[in-house]
């Protein structure tokens, strides 16, 4: 999709000081380029801890927390809650807190910085931000002017008023926005990051977008179809071409965020997530949908209709006019020429790092 040529891994083009030694750093220990035997290599590349081998530690200690929110979840708010404002808010607080244990984990472990998976703290919740959220408030707007155009939507009145919807719309879109940025720093952040530094960029954004679509989203959702797993897909790409071309994540959590609150609490579309198909409660609008599946997208909302397709062509197209200039520059080892093996030397001192969230 674009041209420009790697280079060394992290996003703005930082170079760990042990990596411009020659030395390559996990968990503490410097591993200089010339010293991997047999053994050494099924574990270790040229820039140390191979990218499947870091994914597997993070995905692991990411099911570990998932295990320990869920039994916690369950005994605060049950097995299977229908999601009101104020359960979704506390179960995405927890979600969120563990996954940034898991990928502070990870950025101590690799001497890394979170800037480096695209979280960065310059230009958090800034213009790009806003300019992401509007744009998903205009294609969730395109999908349903359209779908209401054709007869498959229509607003019977309000579903709340008064100080009752103030709170409710504060809370669903607290709650929506920590769902966001837990998604995003998680699978377009650490995991895409990882797997470019293996196998590309866009070999790693095409693999974890359609497992986001089709593993997470159509295997483990109740009742939801193909045309939501590959718009779901679709979607994601779009997300990791954000990345790619502004160099951070937050169009991608300001988009995900507005659309998600939009679709939600301002339209009133179903989700699967809800009870298998159910819209939230304390929602703005009393709407209801009608017509075939393909127009409205049944239980699994607006995401599943026709009607996204065409809207996420456009947005492609006119996000790559406005957004050339490739910025996260991370795509496995193109432009690295690692040393070539030779008689192993003592590893140079590593300096002390001031902490991963530094950009």
């Known amino acids: 999709m674009d041209g420009d040529p790697a280079i060394r891994p992290g996003a703005d083009g930082h170079v760990a000081a042990g990596e411009a030694a020659g030395i390559d750093t996990f968990g503490g ?10 053994g050494e290599r099924a574990f270790f590349g040229p ?23 869920k039994a916690l979840l369950v005994s605060v708010v049950g097995g299977d809650p229908e999601w009101t404002a104020w359960n979704f808010f506390f179960i995405e607080i927890v979600s969120l807190a563990g996954s940034l244990a898991c990928v502070h984990l990870m950025a101590g472990i690799e001497h890394r910085r979170l800037a480096d998976y695209g979280f960065t703290r310059v230009g958090a919740f800034g213009r790009l931000f806003w300019e992401g959220g509007l744009w998903g408030l205009a294609a969730i707007g395109a999908v349903v002017a359209v779908m209401a155009l054709a007869g ?48 590309r960029f866009w070999p790693a954004a095409i693999v974890l977008s359609a497992f986001f679509g089709f593993y997470l989203h159509y295997v483990q959702k109740p009742n939801e179809s193909l045309v939501d797993a590959l718009s779901v897909t ?19 959590i300001g988009w995900h965020w507005t659309f998600n609150f939009a679709a939600l609490f301002i339209f009133g579309f179903p989700n699967t997530g809800n009870r298998g198909g159910l819209p939230i409660s ?42 050339r200039k490739v ?7 193109r432009g690295l020429t690692p040393t070539s093996p030779g008689p192993k030397r003592r590893p140079a001192a590593i300096p002390p790092r001031r902490g991963p969230f530094r950009t």
């Open 47 to 69: 820039w140390g801890l191979r990218a499947g081998w870091r994914l597997l530690i993070f995905n692991a200690a990411f099911f570990l927390f998932g295990l320990l929110i």
């Open 234 to 252: 679709l979607i994601a790409l779009f997300f990791c071409l954000t990345l790619r071309r502004t160099g951070n994540l937050w169009f991608a």
């Open 282 to 323: 304390g929602r703005l609008l009393d709407a209801a949908t009608s017509g075939p599946d393909w127009l409205t997208g049944g239980p699994t909302g607006a995401e599943a209709s026709f009607i996204i397709f065409p809207v996420l062509a456009i947005l492609f197209v006119a996000f790559h006019l406005r957004h």
């Open 327 to 333: 910025k996260f520059r991370v795509d496995g080892r």
């Open 152 to 199: 498959g939507y229509a607003v019977r009145g309000l579903a709340l008023k008064g100080s009752d919807l103030i709170l409710s719309s504060v809370l669903w879109a607290a709650g929506l926005l920590l769902a966001s940025l837990l998604e995003e720093i998680v699978f377009r952040g650490y995991d895409l990051f990882t797997l470019a530094s293996g196998i």
């Open 29 to 38: 220990r410097a591993y200089h380029r010339g010293m991997t035997g047999p």
